[in-house]
């Protein structure tokens, strides 16, 4: 479950990503730096997993995963983690070999998810349900949502305001910080920044990327605090 959206700036990019998860999961770990023989990555861990759902290394490279929900009667337990796929693409120098990275994987050995990855105004979709990764030029801003209610429920009404408060936007970047924090009153379980009894938007992660600097910012959020102290 979550919602991530890009926007192109003059010299580079932005992406958000609102994770969504049930209030009972253990809180993610904050973003730290993880040396690689040649360069570094960033990115807040799952401590179930071990793994994370969006990131960013020395290189440029950005890589965000979103859950996808499969129908009823096609779920399945599988035996390796989700998590574990966005650090294994950081490991690689440019998109191109995170790409032919993410061709190689046995993605029956995963529940279902949809990838994405940017660097230097290129972008790469890759979802198993495709046949072939989707690669174009970041000249717009881009969503991407799920949600265990059902995919096709919630990615409609996102959508039109991702459209409204985004594209139709002056400011895209403004634009986007909003969008990541609007709740509907009236539904809040389909909101981007979304809440239910059971579920919850649980933290936001917010990567600067240009070709000076790189930003990671994080943001833990009251949904799963208020689990965690709960639980204390």
Do not use: K
């Not at 253990?26 to 040649?38: F, L, M, N």
């Not at 050995?109 to 660097?119: D, S």
């Not at 609007?182 to 239910?196: C, D, F, G, K, N």
Request: glycine share 6%; hydrophobic share 40%.
């Amino acid at each position: 479950m979550c919602t991530v959206s890009i926007v192109p700036t003059v010299d580079g990019c932005r992406l958000m990503s609102n994770r969504d998860e049930r209030r009972t999961r253990a809180a993610g770990r904050p973003p730290r730096v993880r040396p690689r023989e040649q360069s570094w990555t960033v990115y807040p861990e799952d401590p179930v997993s071990g793994g994370t759902w969006v990131g960013v290394n020395g290189d440029g490279l950005v890589v965000a995963l979103l859950n996808r929900t499969a129908p009823a009667a096609a779920r399945r337990s599988a035996p390796r983690s989700r998590g574990t796929i966005v650090p294994l693409l950081l490991s690689c120098a440019s998109i191109a070999h995170a790409v032919q990275v993410y061709e190689a994987l046995d993605v029956r050995a995963f529940e279902p998810f949809r990838l994405v990855m940017i660097q230097r105004g290129a972008v790469a979709v890759g979802d198993p349900t495709y046949p072939a990764t989707q690669t174009a030029s970041l000249t717009s801003p881009l969503m991407f949502t799920s949600s265990s209610l059902g995919d096709a429920l919630v990615e409609p009404p996102r959508r039109r305001l991702f459209e409204r408060l985004v594209l139709a936007a002056d400011d895209w970047l403004h634009g986007q910080a909003r969008f990541h924090r609007h709740r509907w009153t009236s539904r809040p379980e389909i909101s981007v920044y979304m809440a239910r009894e059971d579920a919850a938007t649980v933290s936001r992660t917010t990567i600067d990327v240009t070709s000076s600097a790189i930003d990671v910012a994080y943001e833990p959020l009251p949904g799963q605090l208020a689990t965690a102290a709960a639980a204390a």
